[in-house]
């Protein structure tokens, strides 16, 4: 974090992060955007998902903006398949495919980019997971969908969490925290306030699928501390950062 601080500082962070484990990969492409390239929220009553920041961040992975497919991100926990190019899949907050390069988008303000990549069967997913899909999940769904859909077995898959909420700076009231497991919840400082480790979770959720520890990789940056990235917790303008992931 102190790294990325002082490039932001310098004006050298870069208009996509990524994993490095995941970007050593050649049938890979992936990358977690900053506000470098504007936010990556759809433009109200806009016809198309494909915003002009959204089509930037294709063309830094070089995938054509036409081939990139948004989930609607509604904070549940529905898994789809997609085969072919189209705009937003609705009511889903998490994609799969086996289709080189098509690209896979979901958009974020402090919730986790959730990605998968099965390097045998040739396949990846992608899910939005805050607390509701989280608390839903959302990951192992993911898990489930790759393993039904192209055969996927969970200890083959590479798993990346992306930038999101740390679990120091996200405070949840009892009810929120009431659906985790006692491990990810610790009290607050703040009376009748927990802090909530969404990233602990989602890992953990991995590796119940199946999915082994040594194949999860985390990235550090947490949205609220990163004027970088986009956080509804810190600023509520409605600016969002976005995943997007494709086989190459």
């Given at each position: 974090?102190?790294?990325?601080?002082?490039e932001l500082a310098?004006?050298?962070?870069?208009?996509?992060?990524?994993?490095?484990?995941?970007?050593?990969?050649?049938?890979?492409?992936?990358?977690?955007?900053?506000?470098?390239?504007?936010s990556m929220a759809?433009?109200?009553?806009?016809?198309?998902?494909?915003?002009?920041?959204?089509?930037?961040?294709?063309?830094?992975?070089?995938?054509?903006?036409?081939?990139?497919?948004?989930?609607?991100?509604?904070?549940?926990?529905?898994?789809?398949?997609?085969?072919?190019?189209?705009?937003?899949?609705?009511?889903?907050?998490?994609?799969?495919?086996?289709?080189?390069?098509?690209?896979?988008?979901?958009?974020?303000?402090?919730?986790?980019?959730?990605?998968?990549?099965?390097?045998?069967?040739?396949?990846?997913?992608?899910?939005h997971a805050g607390?509701?899909?989280?608390?839903?999940?959302?990951?192992?769904?993911?898990?489930?969908?790759?393993?039904?859909?192209?055969?996927?077995?969970?200890?083959?898959?590479?798993?990346?969490?992306?930038?999101?909420?740390?679990?120091?700076?996200?405070?949840?009231?009892?009810?929120?925290?009431?659906?985790?497991?006692?491990?990810?919840?610790?009290?607050?400082?703040?009376?009748?306030?927990?802090?909530?480790?969404?990233?602990?979770?989602?890992?953990?959720?991995?590796?119940?699928?199946?999915?082994?520890?040594?194949?999860?990789?985390?990235?550090?940056?947490?949205?609220?501390?990163?004027?970088?990235?986009?956080?509804?917790?810190?600023?509520?303008?409605?600016?969002?950062?976005?995943?997007?992931?494709?086989?190459?």
């Open positions: 974090m102190r790294r990325l601080s002082t310098s004006g050298q962070v870069p208009a996509v992060l990524q994993l490095p484990p995941l970007a050593a990969i050649a049938g890979l492409k992936h990358g977690f955007s900053t506000l470098t390239l504007g759809r433009i109200v009553g806009g016809a198309d998902s494909r915003t002009p920041a959204r089509r930037a961040l294709a063309e830094e992975l070089t995938l054509p903006p036409e081939n990139v497919v948004t989930a609607g991100a509604v904070h549940g926990s529905r898994v789809a398949r997609v085969d072919e190019p189209q705009d937003l899949v609705p009511q889903t907050d998490g994609l799969v495919t086996d289709r080189v390069g098509l690209g896979l988008l979901v958009t974020a303000a402090d919730c986790y980019p959730v990605l998968l990549f099965d390097p045998v069967r040739r396949a990846v997913g992608l899910a607390w509701r899909g989280t608390a839903a999940g959302i990951a192992a769904k993911v898990v489930g969908t790759l393993a039904l859909h192209f055969g996927s077995r969970p200890a083959d898959l590479l798993a990346g969490l992306g930038p999101g909420i740390c679990g120091r700076c996200y405070q949840v009231p009892p009810e929120v925290a009431a659906h985790f497991e006692r491990r990810f919840v610790r009290p607050a400082a703040t009376p009748s306030r927990f802090q909530l480790d969404l990233r602990a979770a989602n890992r953990r959720h991995l590796e119940r699928a199946g999915v082994l520890p040594n194949q999860v990789f985390e990235h550090p940056a947490c949205t609220y501390e990163s004027s970088f990235l986009a956080s509804h917790r810190r600023r509520p303008d409605g600016s969002r950062c976005a995943c997007l992931v494709a086989l190459a």
